[in-house]
């Protein structure tokens, strides 16, 4: 059996739309401090998962965009594997349903972005079973590549607990074989809505910035984000802050927000120069990565063969992985 591809730190992105600062922020930023540190992650395109909620034609229109996407935001391809979730998927699919006989119906209902779901946006009559599925798909890809550490934004954490909580039955049943992964923040990321209401995300696009925004309309959404009255921090001024300091990419413009918001916490009315320096680190860190992504598509066969070395890679980690697995289960 060849050597394993050992993966310390692994991430994932949905190809359903245009991706948002958020998605930056909450997945692939702590991955980039990581390859300054000298770590070599792997991240994929989570094109199976793309389809609890999107017709297959879009979420194949949208891989190529999220590999761009990937390698704009400045992963480096010759230490990154970037692979696409389907090039394994009969391993996957298999892995899953190991992973499912260890967890109950009763406990995928609780799992919290379902009760979500199934509260604000889809019934439980119509909603398809993919979506009940969806976190041991889920930990099926982190267990597959027996990933230790997992980039993720607030929002999938739960998931994550499904994936700690099924690598311990598992082990405890059959021996040793996945890593527990962690969450790599303590606190993972939450960037709310610029309206200040629920999450940032691609289906409410008003309150979200996205990677592919013109600057115009991002400084239009900027200039209708929340603030809070003076000497008050609210969730949403908060989280601007945090969107605000994630996007810099100067010390000056740094301490500049920390200046503002302290004047504001002493009643001053500030919240107008908050927007400014909002909108001005927005422009800058999109046209910077608009620039770089232009280059990158420009370049003639670098995304299909940042995948190829990827799928050959995730393929055999894969292929090692099912071996291990079933050897200890069926023995
Ligand atoms: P997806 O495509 O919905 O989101 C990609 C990443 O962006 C993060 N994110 C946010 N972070 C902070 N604030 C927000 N408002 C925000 N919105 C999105 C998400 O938390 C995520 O990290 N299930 C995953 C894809 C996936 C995956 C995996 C990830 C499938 N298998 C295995 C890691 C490991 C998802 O839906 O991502």
Redesign the pocket.
């Known amino acids: 059996m060849k050597k394993s591809h050992k993966v310390k730190v692994?991430?994932?992105?949905?190809p359903?739309g245009d991706l948002?600062v958020?998605?930056y922020?909450?997945?692939i930023e702590p991955i980039l401090k990581l390859l300054e540190e000298g770590v070599e992650p792997m991240v994929f395109v989570?094109d199976l998962?793309a389809l609890t909620d999107k017709e297959p034609s879009l979420a194949k229109k949208y891989i190529h965009e999220v590999v761009a996407d990937y390698l704009a935001l400045g992963l480096d391809p010759e230490r990154t594997t970037i692979f696409v979730q389907s090039v394994i998927g009969p391993q996957l699919f298999t892995l899953m349903s190991y992973l499912a006989r260890h967890i109950s119906v009763a406990e995928l209902l609780r799992v919290p972005t379902l009760k979500d779901k199934l509260k604000n946006n889809a019934r439980e009559e119509t909603a398809n079973s993919l979506l009940f599925l969806y976190p041991v798909l889920?930990a099926s890809?982190?267990l597959m590549q027996r990933a230790e550490q997992?980039p993720?934004?607030?929002?999938?954490v739960a998931?994550l607990e499904v994936t700690r909580l099924l690598a311990k039955r598992f082990n405890d049943k059959y021996g040793n074989v996945f890593p527990i992964p962690k969450a790599y923040q303590v606190k993972s990321?939450?960037?709310l809505s610029l309206k200040g209401e629920g999450?940032?995300?691609k289906s409410v696009p008003e309150g979200a910035i996205f990677l592919t925004d013109d600057i115009e309309s991002a400084v239009k959404k900027v200039k209708g984000a929340v603030t809070a009255i003076e000497g008050k921090m609210t969730d949403g001024l908060e989280s601007n802050i945090v969107l605000a300091k994630g996007l810099c990419k100067s010390e000056e413009d740094r301490t500049r927000i920390d200046t503002i918001i302290a004047e504001h916490m002493a009643g001053e009315k500030v919240m107008g120069e908050f927007k400014k320096v909002l909108a001005k680190v927005v422009s800058e860190f999109l046209t910077d990565f608009q620039e770089h992504r232009k280059i990158v598509v420009q370049t003639p066969g670098l995304i299909h063969s940042v995948l190829n070395k990827g799928a050959r890679i995730a393929v055999e980690n894969a292929n090692e992985t099912m071996a291990l697995v079933e050897k200890v289960m069926f023995k």
């Open positions: 692994f991430t994932g992105i949905r359903s948002t958020a998605n922020l909450g997945a989570a998962h889920m890809d982190i997992v993720v934004g607030e929002d999938q998931h990321l939450r960037i999450k940032m995300s």
